[in-house]
């Protein structure tokens, strides 16, 4: 009987830590994702509707090269994120700081920096090799060159909350960027149509409020490692010391990582320029349901986020069984709030992108791709989770066969022949999603059950 009862104490602690870490970064994700949803909305209802779709569309394509950048320092964050709840769990907290530094300088000096001066100096080229016909590279030229910036300082904030993150810390990023994430709103409200006698900046106006809000966000996580409160700090007065054993165990997670993140991006980038030759508004419908899809990827994210931190920190304490529970655990709940998200999608698709638009060849568009999103779902909230608790443990190779295999050799190739070969058009494209997500899920699972995971060595 008492082991029956402590089986369960387990399992409800198991919860209840799962929940505490996960609910502020799933707070932060969707309330992000909403806020990115009303920046679209704004620029989406423009009053000269042409420009609005162009806009839309502009929107969407630069949103891919920042996207591939942020990937990219996102994969060296794993690696942060890996060995900083790894250390935590083992009790080591003074390693912390020094894979902190590393991170961050490493981030900004090998990718942040000499990405975004390649994104402004090559503008046009960028945005017409990914599609862009003349009105949206007309409209958003001058938003991709302010977004560029921006994106030196968005970095270095994923950077630091991804180490707060490490050691379970993740109410601080969500106060933070919800916060930021806000004042990008009234920015949006204030420099698309020109409010409170500022100048009527359309969607360069969005572009700067977006940059801005990135800076503060900088200044505040800064401002809180600096205070030296959590088991994460920076002290300004310790000289940077460079550790081999941190570099090794950085390239060893970040380089997979980023190799999965180029894939993806490289992939991705490839589906959407078959989109973009259906036309500008059918690509601005594409980037509506990307936009609400950004909404349904987040329980999975966040899941996937505590999974990581979760394992990491067993894992680190040695206790491989209970690193097992800990993921299995954020895949289940995970996978319950992206269900109930779904439903809502198949059932109520089309009055949700009319908040977007008012265009009905847009919204006809738009609602059937968000049943086929609805449909996703299952299979991308417990392969995001699980891949998660794979990365939290070290484990970045197989997530990068996986992506291999789901974007370039299925969606990709299914995507061309439905839009181009049978003329299935926007449809046709997401049915190619909903395959490679199918087929990405039981990569990721089967490597789950393996458990070879659990047994990945850190310097």
């Not at 994104?119 to 007309?138: R, S, V, W």
């Not at 491989?320 to 996978?335: L, M, P």
């Not at 049943?371 to 299952?378: D, G, S, T, W, Y």
Request: with cysteine.
């Amino acid at each position: 009987m008492n082991e029956v009862l402590n089986t369960g104490n387990d399992k409800n602690t198991i919860k209840a830590d799962v929940i505490k870490i996960s609910w502020p970064v799933l707070v932060e994700l969707l309330l992000s994702s909403l806020f990115g949803m009303v920046d679209m909305m704004m620029i989406g209802r423009i009053s000269d509707t042409a420009l609005a779709a162009a806009s839309v569309a502009s929107v969407g394509i630069t949103n891919q090269p920042l996207f591939m950048g942020l990937s990219l320092v996102q994969a060296l964050n794993v690696g942060a994120t890996a060995m900083i709840s790894r250390y935590h769990g083992a009790k080591q907290n003074h390693r912390i700081e020094n894979v902190l530094r590393h991170v961050m300088l490493f981030s900004m000096l090998l990718l942040a920096i000499p990405l975004s001066i390649l994104g402004l100096y090559f503008t046009n080229p960028i945005m017409t090799f990914l599609g862009a016909q003349a009105d949206a590279l007309l409209a958003g030229r001058i938003y991709f060159k302010i977004i560029m910036v921006g994106f030196l300082f968005q970095s270095l904030n994923m950077s630091m909350s991804a180490a707060l993150r490490g050691i379970g810390e993740t109410k601080i990023p969500m106060r933070v960027n919800l916060f930021c994430n806000f004042l990008n709103v009234i920015g949006n409200a204030v420099l698309i149509y020109g409010l409170l006698g500022f100048p009527q900046m359309g969607i360069a106006g969005a572009g700067l409020s977006t940059a801005l809000s990135n800076v503060v966000a900088s200044l505040l996580l800064l401002g809180y490692l600096l205070k030296g409160e959590k088991d994460v700090k920076l002290n300004i007065k310790t000289k940077f010391s460079y550790d081999k054993n941190v570099m090794r165990n950085l390239i060893k997670i970040g380089v997979p990582a980023s190799m999965e993140q180029v894939i993806l991006r490289v992939g991705i980038i490839m589906f959407f320029r078959i989109i973009a030759g259906l036309g500008t508004v059918i690509y601005a419908a594409h980037n509506i349901a990307l936009s609400i899809l950004s909404l349904s990827f987040q329980p999975g994210q966040a899941f996937g986020i505590a999974a990581a931190t979760l394992v990491g920190r067993e894992l680190g304490a040695k206790n491989t069984d209970k690193a097992e529970e800990y993921a299995k655990a954020t895949r289940s709940i995970g996978s319950m709030i992206s269900t109930i998200m779904a439903v809502i999608f198949f059932f109520f698709g089309a009055q949700i992108v009319g908040f977007y638009t008012k265009d009905p060849v847009i919204i006809k568009n738009t609602s059937n791709v968000l049943r086929i999103i609805a449909l996703v779902q299952p299979f991308q909230s417990s392969q995001l989770i699980l891949a998660g608790a794979l990365r939290g443990a070290g484990d970045t190779f197989w997530p990068l066969v996986t992506t291999f295999v789901g974007i370039v050799l299925i969606r990709v190739i299914i995507a061309h022949l439905l839009v181009n070969i049978f003329g299935y058009g926007l449809t046709g494209a997401w049915v190619a999603v909903f395959i490679d997500q199918i087929i990405r899920w039981a990569f990721i699972y089967f490597r789950f059950r393996t458990d070879k995971w659990k047994y990945i060595k850190f310097r």
